[in-house]
């Protein structure tokens, strides 16, 4: 028997990829198809389901025969995808909306207007924060104003059930997905009524919730056909894409932190339960029966950097926009940056948060503000681990991937913010390679999720600058007392 393969096909907000890997981990072929999301009123963020599932099919297609392997050398599919995703579903299992994804913030009135204490309720069972991204503020933004499609739909989906029933004629979500929705208690892994009622949802228009190990077989024939696969080849239902990409990047044992900063960022890490952070600050969602990932996902990360650049009208690289960065000071000679101009999930939790410079005087130029925009996702990111640290005690080990690692000026201050080594991933398919060794424990060919440790390529370690640290944690007093003044502010 020749060598053997799996893939991991990761489904997110930007594209579909589909990687096959070795079983040691490194990519033998990948593709990627870009998604359209679609603006149809001020806030809401749409895509369509019938155009992903399109481009999925296209991009596992193109990966399957560019790797001209013989059948029986493929193990298994596994699936990562974006969470909060939403789409209304009808008995025929047809898409009757659009799918509205997590940035979609048409229910941000829902939010404001939650009463604090079934708000506070319905985190606690959830372990999902009280944000316009999460399906159960979608679902009852869409109860209060009469939506349509809502009044019609017999179920309720993300995109990974929606493709999943329509390929195998099953409706099952797994326990990262299902978590993220806002409808699931933590503790129980069941769909929780109390919370389905606020939302008018039966449990009955909900899938049958399963462990990411969930195994798929018996896949829709002529689609088999068309990718050149046996109906039979495993397709294992995965999990979320910030749960894999921990996995894939191997931070998957208490202790061990993943940030990934790209467009966004977020910071997460593994633990035991499903512990959650009494003043909302972090989300907690489960992945395993045993385990959650906790952490919080911000929505500026590289996009702060974007829209400075643009503000400049630079039409060099990124590269170019940052040189000279490297000789302005720790702190930016006093520019504090608060990165909120995206609005804002964690730590606040609050679309309506606006970016701010402060301390701006006339000897500033373009080299600082880009210094103080770099510190201001840093110092944002910190704060969120703070977060995380006060459920699961410090981190032994930050692992950094995205978009922003390959700046070296960026990867030594976040070094020297947190004041700890950062391993750089070799990878930027985290997620997808978390997903094929999920593939790989559900039919059995590997130990365990933890043995992916020994199946990981080893990326670059940056160590902090103790005394460029010191002077960050000054900084990042002056930071939290701007963030906690000026919060109230954002209306």
Request: hydrophobic share 40%; charged share 20%.
């Amino acid at each position: 028997m020749g060598k053997e393969f799996v893939i991991g096909l990761d489904i997110g907000t930007t594209s579909v990829k589909a990687v096959m890997f070795d079983l040691n981990g490194n990519v033998v072929e990948e593709a990627e198809e870009l998604i359209t999301s679609l603006y149809p009123k001020e806030d809401w963020v749409e895509q369509n389901p019938y155009e992903i599932e399109t481009k999925t099919i296209v991009a596992l297609k193109d990966v399957i025969t560019k790797a001209k392997l013989q059948e029986a050398n493929l193990l298994g599919i596994g699936f990562s995808s974006a969470m909060h995703s939403l789409i209304c579903v009808d008995e025929k299992n047809e898409a009757i909306s659009d799918m509205l994804i997590w940035s979609d913030g048409r229910s941000s009135e829902q939010a404001e207007n939650l009463d604090v204490n079934i708000g506070k309720k319905v985190y606690q069972k959830t372990g999902t924060p009280i944000h316009p991204m999460s399906p159960f503020l979608k679902l009852l933004w869409m109860k209060e104003n009469d939506y349509e499609p809502y009044h019609q739909a017999s179920y309720f989906m993300s995109l990974k059930e929606f493709l999943l029933q329509k390929w195998f004629g099953q409706r099952v979500v797994d326990y990262s997905i299902a978590s993220a929705s806002g409808l699931m208690n933590v503790d129980m892994l069941s769909w929780d009524k109390d919370v389905l009622d606020l939302v008018g949802v039966k449990e009955s228009q909900l899938s049958r919730i399963v462990p990411p190990t969930e195994v798929l077989t018996g896949l829709n024939e002529s689609l088999a056909t068309e990718l050149g696969i046996s109906p039979q080849l495993p397709f294992i239902i995965g999990a979320a894409d910030g749960q894999l990409a921990n996995l894939g990047s191997g931070a998957i044992t208490p202790g061990e932190v993943a940030v990934s900063v790209g467009t966004s960022g977020a910071i997460r890490q593994f633990t035991k339960g499903a512990p959650i952070n009494n003043r909302q600050e972090t989300f907690t969602y489960a992945f395993t029966k045993d385990t959650s990932i906790i952490g919080g996902a911000t929505n500026n990360g590289g996009i702060a950097l974007q829209w400075l650049k643009d503000l400049f009208a630079f039409e060099g690289s990124h590269d170019a926009f940052l040189s000279g960065v490297e000789d302005v000071e720790v702190g930016s000679e006093g520019i504090l940056f608060l990165p909120y101009v995206n609005g804002e999930r964690a730590p606040l939790w609050n679309q309506k948060a606006k970016g701010n410079f402060f301390g701006l005087s006339i000897g500033h130029r373009k080299e600082h503000l880009t210094r103080a925009v770099l510190e201001g996702v840093t110092l944002n990111l910190y704060k969120i681990g703070k977060s995380l640290e006060e459920v699961a005690g410090k981190p032994v080990k930050i692992s950094v991937n995205g978009g922003l690692s390959k700046s070296d000026v960026w990867v030594q201050i976040m070094a020297d913010v947190f004041g700890q080594e950062i391993h750089l991933s070799d990878t930027h398919h985290n997620a997808g390679w978390g997903a094929a060794w999920t593939a790989l424990v559900a039919i059995g060919k590997v130990d365990s999720f933890e043995a992916i440790k020994q199946n990981l390529p080893v990326g670059k370690v940056i160590q902090p600058n103790q005394s460029n640290h010191e002077k960050y944690r000054s900084i990042y007093e002056k930071y939290e007392k701007l963030v906690t003044s000026i919060v109230p502010n954002f209306n």
